[in-house]
């Protein structure tokens, strides 16, 4: 195994790490508009990721920075094509952040308000983005000799993307609402379990959909191991839930993801970015890569710092492993100017 | 193509309002970590409540402003991808791993702990509480340090060679990168200003309080912080300059050069003060110097030759082949101008400040305060400044506030401008690294969008920000007073509100 496959491989648990962590984040940004039925409520579920979903952020930038150091050509060409949605996104991921902070730091109706709207759609839309933009990598985009894409912004809605995009937004819902059940107390721990048996059907039937797209297309014998394991995680998933073992139902969800997100890479690789001009022109793990030397340097730092990077980051999680409800958020609207 | 238009020109145009506008938080965030963990250590140490209570406010202000840090972060990070693809290809090799390394190491300890450190009031015994804070100090320094050495590449590449083959750079010594002069002395200068920046915005914000005879415990406190902050800070800031200076004259002669409009070559060089000049004809047809000084400033000899423009523009011809190889020069003479003037302004003010308020015992018995009274401000021993003149020192003192912010946004002005037309110092030209894929639309609607929106936030934070200032640090609570001794908060009252929710 070269360098220039593990480090696909580490790029491949970076997303995985961000879609299992900020999945959930989107998820509950999402389920403020679907499950929660007034401002306590919302707020509650707002405090199930408070302290956690900036840190949960990170696995986006060092998925996008650790794609620069290693596979400069990949990072380019995604970047530079992908344009206008990833353009979408950022605006969604300031605002969104920003919304997090300020929302309760005025006890005004109107801003309140406008904030949480502003959470809602900044959740869903690149939660719905990220399918899309992986639907193309997967699929294949229109890119040159000089891997420039030279596709337009329509290129990217085709039908394979936006069931992508259908996938992570249901997918991420269903693991919001689970993540939810396992957080919270009270009635809406209840209603959570509920509607995470909705919309994991749904999420099911995409999914399902999706990933024998995928194989059909481009997959092979290990991808069809990825494909059945996030299949059967799903299904089990629903049933845990169904019999409210949360912990479980958590864990599988975030099982559905890893599995989705390495069947996906399985079916991509030994390409980054194939093309659908010229299969020479086509990004592989070779082509797109960094030196050796730039790539020793950067394994060397992730072997080292990624290992101390969970620990701490999943001391937090026990640190703020209680569970809320609406008692425990104060009552006066301004309960974040307080302190 | 309209050249205003250009695709170059727009994406240029979005680095620098991107950046500068980043880094109106950066060099807050930076310092007031610190100075937060330092007043919540103060309280851990001490017990007294002026402390914890100076800790909230500032903790507060610190947290409204990471907030945009944080996701106007995000963009700087990859607009080097949407609009520098070719840049990426060529130099990413290199230039990607400090960035990672960034990510990797000094962005997940900022957030993580930031979270704790927010929502673990009631969560945390004291000590570890107080532990995350430093952790988020200490984040911050990396990442700042991690991209400083990153722009400091392209200011002055080391440790790479051109592989012609595969037609880009490659890494081939990254302890170079990271430990190379130009990265120590900018990291050095730029931690420095950070300080200073966050030192003014404590002067300022005391100040406004202490004028109003409101909060004065907490306000006496934070403002001789913030006074002995800007005054050691602004010193390493001037001697952090000098070094950077001198750093590069040697390595970019050229913007060194246009910093001080000198056209020709001259020995010994005047250091100039103001100048007026002819562009097109490459000379200055008004200009106010002080002779020789320019030459220690380059070389710490008064009588050294200093190259000029027009010398540094046909070596680099001679060097790179026919061209222009000259910045904006006005940019450059008065951005530099800018940058020192406004950063030993609000030095000078801090020092006056910290003799005017100096400590009781240097002072005659009938002016000593007691800790519940503002300060008389004291020019000589038995003679305070005059009472028309004392709400004029308050008022100045707030505005100190924001010359830091224009210096430091003057600084990066110079030093990216003053590269041009280089994106990396003689390996690759700005005009060659923009996105050749991106439409001159596409770079057009994401410029507009980002300032538009950077535009509205700005009012936003700004509003937010005089809302907690005036509100003054807040009254504790029991919770405050009896911090958990378990990590995970307390049992006992399973059903009680948390100390902190959004």
Same mark, same amino acid.
């Given at each position: 195994m070269e360098l220039h496959d593990v480090w696909f491989v580490l790029i491949a648990v970076l997303w995985t790490g961000y879609f299992f962590l900020e999945g959930f984040d989107f998820g509950v940004g999402i389920l403020? &508009?679907? %499950? $929660?039925? +007034?401002r306590a409520e919302r707020r509650v579920l707002i405090n199930t990721i408070g302290p956690v979903w900036d840190g949960n952020e990170v696995w986006l930038l060092t998925a996008g920075g650790a794609t620069f150091a290693a596979f400069p050509e990949w990072y380019a060409t995604l970047f530079s094509g992908f344009y206008l949605p990833l353009l979408l996104v950022l605006v969604c991921l300031i605002v969104r952040g920003v919304a997090f902070e300020y929302? $309760?730091? &005025?006890?005004?109706e109107n801003w309140q308000r406008n904030w949480e709207t502003a959470i809602f759609w900044t959740s869903l839309l690149p939660a719905f983005l990220w399918g899309v933009a992986f639907g193309n990598i997967v699929g294949g985009v229109r890119i040159d000799r000089n891997f420039?894409?030279? !596709?337009?912004? !329509? +290129?990217? %809605?085709?039908p394979y993307a936006l069931l992508g995009g259908l996938v992570t937004l249901t997918l991420f819902t269903f693991h919001g609402a689970v993540f939810t059940a396992l957080k919270t107390v009270g009635d809406i721990r209840v209603r959570a379990r509920r509607l995470a048996r909705w919309v994991g059907l749904v999420t099911a039937v995409a999914a399902l959909a999706f990933l024998l797209w995928t194989q059909a297309d481009s997959g092979d014998d290990k991808s069809l191991v990825a494909l059945v394991v996030a299949v059967a995680a799903l299904v089990i998933a629903l049933v845990t839930n169904q019999f409210g073992r949360e912990g479980w139902a958590f864990a599988l969800s975030g099982l559905t993801i890893v599995a989705t997100v390495a069947m996906l890479f399985l079916s991509l690789f030994p390409n980054v970015m194939p093309s659908t001009l010229d299969s020479d022109w086509s990004l592989t793990v070779t082509n797109a890569s960094s030196s050796p030397y730039t790539l020793k340097i950067m394994t060397w730092c992730a072997a080292i710092a990624t290992p101390i990077v969970l620990l701490y980051q999943g001391w937090t999680y026990w640190v703020f492993r209680k569970r809320i409800g609406?008692?425990?958020? $104060? $009552? +006066?609207?301004a309960a974040g100017t307080a302190h | 193509m309209d050249l205003a238009l250009a695709p170059e020109t727009l994406a240029r145009w979005q680095f620098g309002i991107t950046t500068v506008y980043h880094f109106l938080f950066v060099p807050l965030t930076i310092s007031l970590a610190a100075l937060t963990a330092g007043l919540q250590t103060a309280w851990v140490r001490t017990e007294k409540e002026k402390y914890l209570r100076a800790t909230k406010f500032w903790g507060k202000l610190f947290l409204i402003n990471i907030a945009m840090g944080v996701v106007t972060g995000i963009v700087q990070e990859f607009q080097f991808g949407m609009n520098w693809s070719d840049y990426s290809r060529f130099v990413g090799d290199i230039f990607g791993a400090p960035l990672a390394f960034e990510a990797l190491i000094a962005f997940f300890f900022e957030s993580t702990f930031i979270g704790l450190w927010i929502f673990g009031w009631d969560k945390l015994p004291q000590k570890i509480h107080l532990a995350c804070i430093w952790m988020v100090s200490i984040g911050t320094v990396l990442s700042a340090y991690f991209i400083l050495a990153a722009n400091s590449w392209m200011q002055h590449p080391v440790g790479y060679r051109i592989d012609k083959a595969k037609g880009r750079a490659e890494l081939t010594d990254f302890w170079a990168v990271l430990t190379q002069n130009t990265a120590l002395s900018q990291a050095f200068h730029t931690l420095s200003a950070a300080f200073l920046t966050g030192g003014a915005f404590m002067v300022g914000i005391s100040a406004y309080h202490l004028a109003r005879k409101k909060h004065i415990r907490e306000m006496k406190t934070s403002l001789r912080l913030g006074l002995i902050t800007v005054v050691i800070a602004g010193l390493l800031t001037s001697v952090s300059g000098d070094v950077l200076g001198k750093v590069m004259f040697k390595q970019q002669p050229m913007k060194m050069a246009a910093a001080e409009a000198l056209w020709d070559g001259r020995q010994p060089a005047p250091f100039s003060i103001f100048a007026y000049g002819d562009v097109d004809k490459g000379h200055n047809t008004v200009a106010v110097e002080i002779p020789g000084l320019l030459s220690f400033l380059a070389d710490?000899?008064?009588t050294s030759y200093v190259p000029g423009i027009n010398d540094v523009n046909r070596a680099e011809q001679q060097k790179f082949g026919p061209g222009d190889y000259r910045p904006n020069i006005p940019v450059a003479f008065w951005g530099f101008r800018w940058m020192i003037g406004f950063g030993m302004a609000s030095f000078a003010i801090g020092l006056a400040g910290l003799w005017l308020t100096?400590?009781?015992?240097?002072?005659a018995q009938h002016l000593r305060v007691g800790d519940d009274e503002v300060p008389h401000l004291v020019v000589f021993r038995n003679k305070t400044l005059g009472p028309k003149l004392t709400p004029w020192y308050w008022r100045i003192a707030v505005w100190t506030l924001a010359f830091p912010l224009i210096a430091n946004s003057w600084g990066w002005i110079f030093t990216e401008m003053g590269r041009q037309p280089w994106a990396v110092y003689g390996v690759l030209q700005t005009r060659d690294?923009?996105?050749?894929?991106?439409s001159q639309g596409e770079v057009l609607l994401s410029m507009t969008v980002f300032t538009a929106l950077y535009a509205i936030l700005a009012v936003v934070e700004v509003k937010l920000l005089a809302k907690y200032v005036k509100a003054g640090p807040p009254e504790l609570t029991e919770a405050d007073l009896n911090p958990p001794t378990k990590i995970g908060g307390?049992?006992?009252?399973?059903d009680k509100p948390m100390a902190f929710s959004y």
């Open positions: 403020t &508009r679907l %499950l $929660a039925r +007034d929302r $309760a730091k &005025r006890p005004e420039e894409y030279v !596709g337009s912004v !329509g +290129d990217l %809605l085709n609406t008692q425990h958020i $104060a $009552a +006066d609207a | 710490d000899n008064f100096r400590k009781k015992f240097m002072l690294a923009v996105s050749p894929g991106v307390d049992t006992r009252d399973a």
